[in-house]
């Protein structure tokens, strides 16, 4: 199956400060990634929409200004939780769909802990 | 109403049962039916994908979609302790650029 990466795999940072996660499809290249948010015992829960080249669409209540995305090239695109809290504190997960079809592949995940 | 409705258990079944776990959904345009199975603390893992109504089989598990009901299951057969994870039924209505849609999730415990 087609393969999505993140990176990192876990952070813990201070209030304030600003983080970036990295989403990568290895193996194909992804028109499109989601970006979802998951608490613990949870399902998931999605947060912005975002397709090669343009700007996100970002679900109901969620802040586009805190969580600024970048989907600058086929395999990559990038969150960046801005002025980071400790109730931005979860797990955050992207997911690909490919130019070929490739629907539904999830990368491993970041933890994040905001002290 | 949600979109997909499903049971969150827990669901404790011992070694060697047959497990059956299933959504419910409202939106008839969905035609794209996945499960997947999460570990704790890992991002989900595809397990089957189906296209419109019929079975698919994969080893020992089996995914049946029912649109006409609107209702799809994910059997496994000779469950192991291995399996014990929340599992999670996902539905869109095309292959491009519409997110998933999930369920809650079943977290599943297969005992020894």
């Known amino acids: 199956g087609a393969v999505v990466s993140q990176h990192p795999s876990w952070v813990i940072c201070k209030s304030g400060t600003s983080v970036k996660i990295e989403c990568r499809s290895l193996?194909?290249?992804?028109?499109?990634m989601f970006w979802y948010r998951q608490f613990p015992k949870q399902s998931l829960m999605l947060m912005a929409t975002?397709?090669?080249?343009?700007?996100?669409?970002?679900e109901q209540g969620v802040e586009k200004d805190k969580f600024l995305i970048n989907h600058a090239s086929l395999t990559l695109s990038t969150l960046t939780v801005t002025s980071a809290h400790p109730e931005d504190s979860s797990f955050y997960i992207c997911?690909?769909?490919?130019?070929?079809?490739?629907?539904?592949?999830f990368g491993p995940g970041t933890r994040l802990l905001v002290l | 109403q949600k979109e997909v409705e499903q049971d969150p258990g827990p669901l404790s079944v011992p070694e060697g049962a047959i497990v059956s776990l299933n959504c419910t959904y409202s939106?008839?345009?969905?035609?794209?039916f996945m499960w997947y199975r999460q570990y704790s603390r890992k991002g989900p893992e595809l397990l089957m994908y189906?296209?419109?109504?019929g079975n698919k089989e994969d080893g020992r598990f089996t995914a049946q979609v029912d649109k006409s009901s609107k209702y799809i299951s994910l059997f496994i057969r000779d469950s192991q302790p291995s399996d014990s994870a929340t599992y999670l039924c996902a539905m869109t209505r095309n292959s491009g650029n519409t997110p998933l849609v999930f369920g809650k999730g079943t977290r599943l415990s297969v005992i020894a």
């Open positions: 189906t296209y419109s109504s």
């Open positions: 193996d194909f290249q992804a028109t499109t």
């Open positions: 997911s690909a769909t490919g130019l070929a079809g490739e629907l539904g592949y």
């Open positions: 939106n008839s345009a969905f035609q794209y």
């Open positions: 975002s397709n090669e080249g343009s700007k996100a669409t970002y």
